[in-house]
């Protein structure tokens, strides 16, 4: 089963492929529309009643964060120190996980997904993806990733069963990615690309290594240590990737 | 229901031209630390020209030109950075506009950093920038919003795939 849903600023395509009854799928399907559905609520910083706004504004007691607000702040307050504060949710003044909180959703998707019977399904939410076992029997997964010049063409096609694609580019919408350290946009690197177990993590360093400008391109390398793998585009057009990123 | 979206795409941007890939004849090489910490940069190796592959290589010419950022000539020190290692802090030099040496440093004071230190630093192997229109299931891309023009895309895909 394949659905297309708007959400999180984004779209997002959950592709089942388990040989699962119709009502199962389509109960698959509404349950992880609406958990994607609820971290926009909690975590969109353009939702005034939010609660990443209400804590923003100092509006929730201490200790009145729920569980999912707490997992998040601690995962990015480890991934600040982690990248050496290039990755930071307070980057802008204020607070906002949004670089984490997407890969972090589609994560949990996924682990629910499989926790409730989906052993096989991709996951994409506006370019980061999760995929679980495989498409059909017999081939894994193919996941393009996106040329910076071309959309309609892929400067890498990688192939794999369990595995967190996440990209960070200025390509899509600009000069987003700001160096936190200089306030400057970050476009030395046009594309950074980073594979591994866990999307958000995933997502977290793509964002930082980009920051990073050049320096990120040794510090990707490094990253294959602790099992994520890495490509990257300079805005001059080179291509560079860590020697396990798994491409076709 | 699967599996369409290649041709798709392929429709979509058939009439687009084309970005000009970088050869990988200008790769960069970084020696092993012990050279690296003091000297001249290490010049970049001198790596053949790949055979062409026709879906790789492509014609100068489009849109890539303008849209392309540019490296001045000269030496540049990149701000230090810190890994799970400690501090490192990349030099480049580029000429002809393109990076023709690089040299990475580690910082050798820490007690924890210095066998470490002592291994050759990891790189990303350059490569040519190729240019594919591969069938694949999904595409990971920079994130789109959701009133681009990727939206609409993955809406005819899901459309196509029905």
Redesign the interface.
Known sequence: M???E?VM???V?I?I?DPLPHGTLTGLVERTCAWLHEVDERFSTYKPASEVNRLDRGELPAGGCSPDMKEVLDACAELRR?????FDAWATGRLDPSGYV?GWSVEVASARLAAAGSLNH?V?A????R?RGR??PGRP??????????????????SATDLA?????????GDHVIDP??GEPA??L??V?VTGPDLAVADAYATAAQA???????????L???GYE????T?????????GFPT? | MRRTSAAVIGTVTSAALIFAAKLGADAVETPDTGQTASGDLAPAAEAPAPASKAPASRAPGGKAPARRIGLKDGVFKGAASVNQYGPIQVTIRVAGGKITALRATHATTPATTRQVNTRAIPVLRQEALSAQSAQVDTVSGATFTSGSFRTSLQSALAAARR
């Open positions: 394949f659905h297309v708007e600023g984004t779209a395509t592709d492929a982690a990248t050496g504060g290039y997407k991709c994409n506006g370019g980061d993806v995929t498409p059909e997964w193919r996941i393009g990733v996106r040329h910076p010049w071309e959309p309609g063409e892929q400067a890498w096609v990688l694609v996440a990209t960070s580019g200025t390509y899509e919408r350290h200089s476009t030395t046009r594309s690309t990073m400008g050049l320096d990120g391109l040794l510090w990707l390398a490094r294959a240590d602790s890495s490509a990257a585009v805005g001059d057009g080179h291509a560079y990737r860590s020697e076709v």
